[in-house]
T-cell receptor, first 112, second 114 residues
Framework: GESVGLHLPTLSVQEGDNSIINCAYS??????FIWYKQESGKGPQFIID?????DKRQGQRVTVLLNKTVKHLSLQIAATQPGDSAVYFC???????????FGQGTRLTINP | DAGVIQSPRHEVTEMGQEVTLRCKPI?????LFWYRQTMMRGLELLIY????????DSGMPEDRFSAKMPNASFSTLKIQPSEPRDSAVYFC????????????FGQGTRLTVV
């Protein structure tokens, strides 16, 4: 469904550790997925994307995994840094139209 | 490139007043999106344009909201009359093409209707 949320899921990790942020999507017809990072007072910033014909894609310190069977997406951030503290959103493109639907977001806090 | 540019960054207005939010997409991008972000509902797509033509406005809350894109480098989102429940951060985003490509967001306009 559409993004709703009063309480944002939170994740706290120690600096230098790896973090995994999870996202469940709802539409099996979705064929394109994006992870965005949003820092306080700023707009969402693109991190990495993946198409439905892939199950894994790697970037610099980030990896996105896609499991279409259970409609699950995850973002792995390696060797976290203080600058990684932000809210992370997954977004799905509901196939056939450029209509990115965002998840509720996860707040990631990196502890020094 | 300066990215997507939105103005104003902050807007405080009284209930009943007209509010106009402005957006300049990234040059060369042919898709433009207006989103609204609130704590309760997260990021919601209001409307999007391809090649200056509105494609899907099903997210526009009601007739008080309207959006235009008179040319490839400018779009407006207007609320008339504004209500306190319209208070939110409004984001404009643009992308290079219609399908399966990332959208680049502006810094947003924080609207407060009192």
């Amino acid at each position: 469904g559409e993004s709703v949320g009063l309480h944002l899921p939170t994740l706290s990790v120690q600096e230098g550790d790896n973090s995994i942020i999870n996202c469940a999507y709802s539409n099996s017809a979705s064929d394109y997925f994006i992870w965005y990072k949003q820092e306080s007072g700023k707009g969402p910033q693109f991190i990495i994307d993946i198409r439905s014909n892939m199950d894994k894609r790697q970037g610099q310190r980030v990896t996105v995994l896609l499991n279409k069977t259970v409609k699950h997406l995850s973002l792995q951030i390696a060797a976290t840094q203080p600058g990684d503290s932000a809210v992370y959103f997954c977004a799905e493109n509901r196939g056939g139209a450029q209509k990115l639907v965002f998840g509720q977001g996860t707040r990631l806090t990196i502890n020094p | 490139d300066a990215g997507v540019i939105q103005s104003p960054r902050h807007e405080v207005t009284e209930m009943g007043q007209e509010v106009t939010l402005r957006c300049k997409p990234i040059s060369g991008h042919n898709s433009l999106f207006w989103y609204r972000q609130t704590m309760m509902r997260g990021l919601e797509l209001l409307i999007y344009f391809n090649n200056n033509v509105p494609i899907d406005d099903s997210g526009m809350p009601e007739d008080r909201f309207s959006a235009k894109m008179p040319n490839a480098s400018f779009s407006t989102l207007k609320i008339q009359p504004s209500e306190p429940r319209d208070s939110a951060v409004y984001f404009c985003a643009s992308s290079l093409r219609a399908l399966n490509t990332e959208a680049f967001f502006g810094q947003g306009t924080r609207l407060t209707v009192v």
